[in-house]
């Protein structure tokens, strides 16, 4: 039930899904006798839109979710396994496709060659809400991983997840990690506390690998605006979907804390 509400109400409230219904719903009232209402609606719409497209807003939003876990030296230490969350992959006529997020698989890559011994965990099914399953995450994370040399034995595949609550309970069930293990998270910088939130939640101790920055963790991220609208449509809506998810999570019981730190 989670899961379809949480899909359902975010697809009408993303803020870039809002601000294009609220201009649809101008356009429409500029028939009617609220034309004048439509217009400012309009205005507020658009406005939104290119804040959210062209300033520095969308930074501004995802820089302290992406500062909260910092990154780690991927050679410290010896390492159990490496858990990569989904959100970075799929497969599209037989063959892998990524996704902006990217930089979780290939870093999973770089520290399973540092760490030979470690086992490579991926926690990915289908988030579809309404199309048919038939390949997962966790296929394309084979295909990738099998592709770039990581032998199949040291693979572990949960390809039953839907979101980043039940990446954490089923990667526990499915690993069971003994105490004193060393076990690394890898996802997006920006979705690492809410991650860190629900594994911690689940009984799954492990240390944050942030990746794939949005910010520069600059002052220049305050000030300096984008030069395509998508780039920086898309880094609001990831911002503001994860401290939403982060209220979410927390009402609902997800995790212990609201902003979940080292």
Do not use: C
Not at 21 to 40: I, N, P, Q, V
Not at 212 to 228: H, K, L, T, V
Request: glycine content about 10%; aromatic content about 10%.
């Amino acid at each position: 039930m989670f899961f379809t509400l949480s899909k359902l109400v975010w697809f009408v409230f993303s803020p870039v899904n809002l601000a294009i219904l609220l201009a649809g719903l101008a356009a429409l009232l500029a028939f009617t006798r609220l034309a004048r209402f439509g217009r400012w609606l309009g205005v507020l719409a658009l406005l939104a839109l290119s804040l959210m497209a062209f300033s520095p807003l969308p930074r501004i939003v995802i820089r302290p979710l992406e500062n909260r876990f910092p990154q780690q030296d991927a050679a410290k230490g010896p390492v159990a396994g490496i858990v990569v969350l989904g959100g970075a992959i799929g497969v599209a006529r037989g063959d892998v496709v990524l996704t902006s997020a990217a930089a979780r698989m290939t870093k999973a890559v770089e520290i399973a060659r540092l760490h030979p011994e470690a086992k490579i965990v991926f926690a990915g099914g289908a988030g579809n809400l309404v199309s048919p399953v038939t390949e997962t995450e966790a296929d394309g994370a084979r295909l990738l991983f099998e592709g770039l040399g990581l032998p199949a034995e040291r693979l572990v595949l949960e390809d039953r997840s839907r979101n980043t609550r039940e990446n954490a309970v089923f990667t526990r069930r499915l690993v069971e990690p003994k105490p004193g293990e060393r076990w690394l998270l890898v996802t997006s910088a920006w979705h690492m506390p809410r991650a860190m939130g629900v594994f911690r939640k689940a009984g799954f101790a492990v240390e944050a690998f942030p990746v794939d920055y949005w910010s520069e963790n600059e002052p220049a991220d305050f000030i300096r605006p984008y030069g395509r609208a998508p780039r920086g449509l898309n880094i609001a809506d990831d911002g503001f979907k994860e401290w939403v998810g982060l209220l979410a999570y927390w009402l609902a019981g997800y995790t212990d804390a609201l902003f979940p730190g080292p």
